[in-house]
C-alpha cells in the first residue's frame, strides 16, 4: 500500500512483491512489529493491510517524520491538517522556504511552529521536491527554470504533485486502515535505533530500512555519515550489523546493494531487482542497468525466492 507522502527509498512496490511472493510467510501470524526505520512506512503498511491486525510501533529519528505521523494518527489534528491542505495553493518559492526552514535546526521560529504546521512543511516540501527527496532536493518538480532545454514551458511543474482532494483522500485511507489494522495500537516515537534495538520482545517482527550506505547523506537530514554529537564518528552500518548479531526476534532488512554491506552480512545476503535505469550506456543503445537491492534477514528459508530474481516492479 502506497503511504500518503512519497519518501526517498520508499518501498512500497517491493512491499506488494513481497507480498505476492509469499516472503514474510514463515513468519506468520505477526503478532508485533516494529519499523525502526520508518520514512513513509510504506512496508508496514503492505503488511497491515494484508496480514493485520497486529500492533505496531513505527520509529524514525527524523523529528519531522515523527511529527507528521502523529500528527495525522490524532483526528483533530489530522483534521486541522487537512483543512490547511485544501486552502493552501503552492507558489514557486515555497519549496525554497520550507526547505531552509527545515534544514535550519536551530531557526528559533521552527520551535513555535505547532504541530500541525510542523507536518504541513514537511508535507509540502515531499510534495513539491524533485523525486520526493523532501528538504534534501536541490529543486522542486520541474527545475528552477520550470522550462525544458528549448525555452518552452515544462509539461510537470512544480506543483504537480499537489492535489490537495487526493493528498487529504490518501491521508484519511491510511490512517483509517492503521486504526483498524491495528485496532488503535499504534506507537510513534523518534528513537534512535541503537536505543531502540535493545528492547524488542522475541515475538516481535521488525522491518530494517536502514539509511542507504552509498548515498544516505544526499537523500536524508539523519544518515548514518556522522554522530552528529562531536564524538569520534564510528561506522554506524558496522553497529548496526552488531547489534543485530544473535538477536532472539526476527528481522528482515533491506539495502542498497554495497560491496561493504555485503561483506557485512556474509553469505545472509540476496540481491533483488527493483527496476531498470535509464543509464547513459542505454542511451547510447546498449541494455538497461537493473538497480538492485539486497535483501538480508534471520530466517533463512526467505533467501531462496529471490536468487538470481530479476522481475521487473
Ligand atoms: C531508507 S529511509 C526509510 C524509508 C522507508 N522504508 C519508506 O518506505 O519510506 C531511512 C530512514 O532512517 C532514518 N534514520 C536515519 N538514522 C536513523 C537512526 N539513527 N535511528 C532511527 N532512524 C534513522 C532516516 O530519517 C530515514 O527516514
Known amino acids: 500500500m502506497k503511504s500518503f507522502f512519497g519518501y526517498p527509498g520508499g ?11 509469499g516472503v514474510f510467510n514463515p513468519v506468520l501470524p505477526i503478532t508485533e512489529y516494529i519499523e525502526p526505520f520508518a520514512g513513509g512506512f510504506s512496508m508496514g503498511l503492505t503488511l497491515l493491510k494484508e496480514y493485520g491486525p497486529f500492533p505496531v510501533r513505527i520509529n524514525d529519528i527524523d523529528k519531522d517524520v515523527f511529527v507528521l505521523w502523529d500528527v495525522v494518527l ?12 485544501m486552502s ?29 504546521e510542523r507536518a504541513f512543511d514537511k508535507l509540502l516540501v515531499h510534495k513539491l521536491s524533485y523525486s520526493n527527496m523532501g528538504e ?40 483509517d486502515m492503521v486504526k483498524v489494522q ?3 495500537n499504534f506507537q510513534v516515537t523518534f528513537d534512535n535505533v541503537f536505543d531502540l534495538l535493545s528492547d524488542i520482545s522475541p515475538k516481535t517482527l521488525v522491518y530494517l530500512d536502514p539509511p542507504y550506505y552509498v548515498a544516505g547523506d544526499k537523500c536524508y537530514k539523519h544518515s548514518f555519515a556522522n554522530n552528529g554529537d562531536g564524538k569520534r564518528p564510528t561506522n554506524k552500518h558496522e553497529d548496526l550489523a552488531k547489534a543485530l548479531k544473535g538477536v ?28 531498470y535505469q535509464m543509464s547513459s550506456a542505454y542511451r547510447a543503445g546498449q541494455s538497461l542497468k537493473p538497480n538492485t537491492e ?9 533467501l531462496k525466492p529471490f536468487t538470481n530474481e530479476n522481475v521487473h516492479v
Open 136 to 175: 534534501k532536493a536541490a529543486t522542486h518538480v520541474g527545475g528552477k527554470s520550470q522550462r525544458a532545454d528549448d525555452g518552452t514551458p515544462k509539461q510537470w511543474g512544480f506543483d504537480v504533485r499537489w492535489n490537495p482532494a487526493e493528498i487529504c483522500k490518501a491521508i484519511v485511507r491510511v490512517t
Open 11 to 21: 518501498k512500497s512496490r517491493l512491499a506488494t512483491r513481497f507480498v505476492k511472493q
Open 74 to 85: 490524532n483526528p483533530k489534528e489530522r483534521n486541522e491538517l487537512c483543512q490547511k491542505v
Open 248 to 275: 532472539k526476534w526476527r528481522w528482515l532488512m533491506t539495502y542498497d546493494n554495497a560491496e561493504a554491506v555485503k561483506k557485512l552480512y556474509p553469505g545472509q545476503c540476496a540481491e533483488v531487482t527493483l527496476n
Open 182 to 184: 491495528t485496532a488503535g
Open 294 to 302: 539486497l535483501v538480508i534477514s534471520n530466517f533463512p528459508p526467505l
Open 88 to 116: 493552501f495553493k503552492p507558489t514557486l518559492r515555497d519549496f525554497a522556504k520550507v526547505k531552509s526552514r527545515i534544514l535550519a535546526d536551530k531557526d528559533k521560529c521552527r520551535f513555535h511552529r505547532t504541530r500541525v
